[in-house]
């Protein structure tokens, strides 16, 4: 009977908590930490398409149909009536959110409108938002690529190329001149063509904007937006591809400029239509003032995440978790800075072996060395790939201490590649 009776004082415990509804695609990399930072919180049900990471949740899970949005109401309103109403939707990676956007008004839940989601995903139609609402935006066109291209004698060289509805810099390449704008083209062509994922078959060409480039981490509130932090990206981002590699936090930007990246950032979410939630924004600076690049209605990438508990006590995904459920959230930043660098693909080949582990994590300041790339695994750098080989973590008493940790860390590394071999196909 003592038993029953403690199961059932846990039962009850566990009612208290509001219920949260967690919408992921299966096999997202931001299930595991959101699921860890949630159940401290509330009553998670987890949703997804697939059905291993479900039962390796252990946690009460639905399987959902995410490209039927009615068969999915209707496995969530059974679910509503064995276990009562959510409080809260929260969807990860684009899609998930994408989805969590379109069943938020269906469940009478806060979120996001789905067309303001659909803007966050296509750069060609996040410029034609942002250039209607007065935001500084560079020249920009769009062109199909499925067609015959028209003229491009006279454009505004040099340019940055990059596919409309694809992440992490994928595809993303400067172009200086109309030769190298047609091979980007041509390249970005086949790229598109051998990922189903990629169904809109166009391609941004816009200004290439020169300055310092920075990212902002943020929670929208009914519409205003509150800083989490702003990353600096200390390395410059010039081309001809533009891989993300170090981002150190606090910024070493002054008050004045913090906010004047925060207000035009909030400016650009309200442009798309963003009202709830997290969001990620790469802007550059430069003489003329904050130039929004892209904002995206989703937490950062990676395990870049990580870094707010340095600033704030709570990781990433509680401070989202507990914005989602209603609370109101307070950031105070720790004294010191601390930093993170997404370890490029050196190149195309196969990983063989990782040198320099010992030394690179022996350095002052590094915290953490993980390494995600496998040996045999085949590694394709940018503008084609879609990884990084691993993180370095690092802290110090100021910025320029932590970037320096990081690259002397990541000197010390060498990674041993074998060609890729491929068959010929015989005619």
Not at 92 to 106: S, Y
Not at 188 to 210: C, H, I, P, Q, Y
Not at 352 to 377: F, N, S
Request: hydrophobic fraction near 45%; proline fraction near 7%.
């Amino acid at each position: 009977m003592w038993g029953l009776r403690q199961r059932r004082v846990r039962g009850a415990l566990r009612k208290q908590k509001p219920r949260l509804l967690l919408v992921a695609p299966f096999g997202s990399y931001r299930t595991a930490p959101f699921l860890a930072a949630a159940e401290k919180w509330a009553e998670v049900v987890f949703a997804s398409e697939g059905t291993s990471n479900i039962v390796q949740s252990g946690l009460p899970g639905l399987r959902l149909a995410l490209d039927d949005l009615d068969a999915c109401e209707r496995v969530l309103r059974e679910e509503i009536g064995r276990g009562g109403p959510f409080q809260a939707v929260l969807g990860l990676d684009d899609w998930g959110t994408q989805v969590a956007g379109f069943l938020a008004p269906r469940l009478g839940l806060a979120g996001n409108p789905p067309e303001a989601l659909e803007v966050a995903r296509r750069k060609d139609r996040a410029r034609a938002v942002l250039s209607a609402a007065g935001v500084r935006v560079p020249w920009h066109q769009v062109l199909a690529l499925d067609a015959s291209l028209p003229a491009l004698d006279g454009l505004p060289y040099p340019l940055v190329l990059k596919p409309v509805a694809l992440a992490g810099s994928r595809g993303v390449m400067r172009v200086d001149d109309e030769a190298a704008l047609r091979a980007g083209l041509a390249r970005l062509s086949a790229m598109l063509g051998r990922d189903e994922r990629a169904v809109w078959n166009r391609a941004l060409v816009e200004r290439f904007v020169s300055g310092a480039e920075i990212a902002l981490e943020g929670l929208l509130t009914g519409g205003v937006l509150q800083t989490l932090t702003i990353f600096d990206k200390p390395e410059p981002l010039d081309g001809p591809f533009f891989e993300e590699t170090y981002y150190i936090t606090p910024s070493r930007l002054d008050a004045a400029s913090c906010e004047a990246v925060r207000c035009e950032v909030e400016r650009g979410a309200r442009a798309y239509g963003l009202r709830e939630g997290p969001i990620h924004a790469e802007c550059r600076l430069n003489a003329q003032g904050v130039w929004v690049i892209e904002i995206a209605a989703r937490t950062i990438g990676g395990l870049c995440g990580r870094l707010l508990r340095f600033g704030t006590g709570l990781s990433l995904e509680e401070l989202v978790v507990r914005h989602a459920l209603g609370e109101t959230i307070t950031v105070e930043q720790r004294a010191g800075a601390a930093g993170v660098l997404m370890i490029p693909i050196p190149g195309l080949g196969i990983l063989k072996r990782v040198e320099g582990l010992m030394a690179a994590d022996r350095v002052p300041g590094v915290i953490e060395l993980v390494i995600d790339a496998r040996e045999g695994q085949e590694l394709v750098p940018l503008p084609e790939g879609a990884s990084y080989l691993g993180f370095i973590f690092a802290e110090g008493p100021d910025p320029g201490a932590v970037y320096d940790a990081l690259k002397t860390a990541h000197g010390h590394l060498r990674f041993v590649l074998a060609p890729v071999w491929r068959p010929a196909v015989m005619p």
